[in-house]
């Protein structure tokens, strides 16, 4: 009996070892023990994610799948640093903002020609993502997503200030109106009407993009830093006036301000559509004070509507192409995998890049999807650039430099328009 | 064989090692600081560098119209001039040796040429980021270096007995310098959390309100430098021990004898024994905390507003996320060498005769 059973997994093993062709895979997103591989069960970006990408190690014949250990804070750093080794993951995730510099580099492979034969079918990709994965003319990644910045409502608190009407949010259409807002819920509650990271992750910049934005105004055009501008004064201002008068609190980071909105101390949270399954699951919780939840488009305080978005999206490297054709057919099938499942990646809250899945009932059917209808359209991120890093850690060291230590917002943008302009001269 | 081939055949693995994993890299590294080198860039183009000589170092620690002043920085220059007069003034009255004196002179004369550099009318710095970052790095180890030796030390010395429970408890207070930067640091980010800290509840329960150590520029550098004396207290603590264990008892019977117990003996037999063990404990931790990188990386990300940014987590960013190698190379030189000149003045105190 031993000796079958030995025998049977020896033979198992040499069959699996000679037939899979392995797949090594980076991403962010977080860590996800024991996610499985049910892809229509799995809750969070993690778990979703990695839920995915074990059942394509599962389901997709003669191709294993191996997820490498990174880490959120230093993906790119970890990236970059394969890729200058020579030795990057046969696929990995990134995001739209983070394209142009390895792209223009040549750094990662041109899919255009291979997706038809690979089951992908970019005709099905709505326009804006089609253009995302696209670098001069060429598509060298596959598109997951596009997400963005939302409200975030706890209607309970909503309702007592009277900011309900037909079971709808009432939110604010100018800074003006931002500020009556505030003041009302903290007169009626005595609690916070918006929380955000302001501190560190940069939530805080995102806000003040998609204030800039609805004033037609920008941070840099072309080669020209514009960042101290009237426009970028009144928008700023539109928020550090709830500083100012007690309504919000600058100092709360990522996992705190998530933890004011949860514990039911804020009327609103801003972040992005990624965590709408998250708090939507949440609020079905007994313990978590949070009871009634409501995913709005980001309000219009100005003349245009606009939020802060950006793109999540595979790519290929270079290499795998140039050298492994093996691995590149096989890296090409996961690709394909990620692709089809595009709607249990919405799940998150996400919203699809596929046209047959944006149109199907189920995606119609996904909790809260009807509150942010709009997003899409108002979607909006900077200008292109090989430097993006750099230049939002710019944005939000000055602007937490406004917000947390006082210093006035003259001197930030003044700073910041130096800097900014600094690294699009290098 | 005699013994010369005997020590180079013994010596040979060690020499390769060191020359393949840290002279050639360091050498390496000096002449990327020559070049505008783009990490990436490189990587698929080996010619996509050029050649700049000392461009990046002008472009890091210089800029337009710099001048320099007698008092263009108050505080640091201040703090200069009152060491070279300190200097002086204890070398004359015979309080300390001459190496110790001309060490003050040399880094008080450092503060008051390096601090009077400043820009002038309509200059400003090419990189605004980099002497700030020097500053806080400079300011954490003059936080951590004191603390940590004075805890290590009251510490060695109330443990500094052979029963069990002060065995136990020097295995306890070692234990935390065995935990890596990341567990430490999430332990820590932990305490100080706002929320669900240990440390804010307990000032919720004396009625205060919880402060946010982590993103409040006032207790942000505290933070973090409180997290690192916990951290790193052990090594320094057994080296104080085996200090300690090196005095020899017949001196504190004799003291005793003269009515000198307790403080006293701690201020005129222990203090004065130490003297070596306390100049190493120093010198090694001033120049291990000059590198400090995971603490401000993890629980600040070098915030808020630059105030808990340190030079490797400048490097760090840099040459990894703005791929600017050649920039970041300079950067680590101009560390290596802040390093190399204190390593120096330990070898040139080790060698001092008593």
Redesign the interface.
Known sequence: MKRIIFGTLAATLLATGAMAQEVTLGRFFGACEDAGTDTRTSVGEACIIQSIINAADAEIEGVSVNTLPTDWGNYYDQIKATYASGTPPSIHVLHRSSLPEFASLGAFADLTDDLDAAGIDPADWVETAREAVTHEGRIVAVPMDLHANLWHLNMDIMEEAGLVADGKPILPSSPEELLEHARKVKEATGKDYLAADFAQFPIGVRLVLALLWQQGSNIFEGDEATIDTEEARAAITAITQLFDAGLANPQLNYADSQQAFLNGEAAVLVNGTWVVDFYDAEAAKEETALDSYYAADFPTLFSEGATWADSHMWAIPASVKANDPETYQAALKVLAFINDHNIDWARTGHMAVRNSVLEGEEYANLPHRSEYTATADIARDTPASQRYGAIQDVLNRELQAIWLTGKPVADALLDAQYEVQDLLDR | MTQTPAAWVLLLPFLAVYALFLVYPFFRGIWISLHDWN???????PDAKSFVGFENYVRVMWGRNIEWGPLSRPLVQGAGYLGVIAAAGLHLTGRVTRVTAIGLAVLGFLAIGLGGFAPGEGG?WYD?RFWPTVGNTVLFVSLTVPGVTLSAMILAAALNRETRAMSVLRTLFFLSQVLSVTVVTLVWQIMF????GLIANITQTLGGTPI?W????RFAMAAIVIATIWWSLGIAMILFLAGLQDISRDLYEAAALDNCTGARAFRHITLPNLKRTITLVVILQIILHFQVFGQS??M??G?????TQVLVRYI??TG????ELGRASAMAVFLFVIMGSFSVIQFIIGREKK
């Not at chain 2, 982590?214 to 520029?217: Q, S």
């Not at chain 2, 915030?303 to 105030?307: F, H, I, L, W």
């Open positions: 990490l990436l860039a490189v990587a698929f183009n400003r605004r959390s706002p929320r669900q946010t982590l993103t409040d520029e990386h993890l600040t990300q915030g808020p507003n630059d105030t760090y960013q990894f996320r703005d791929s």
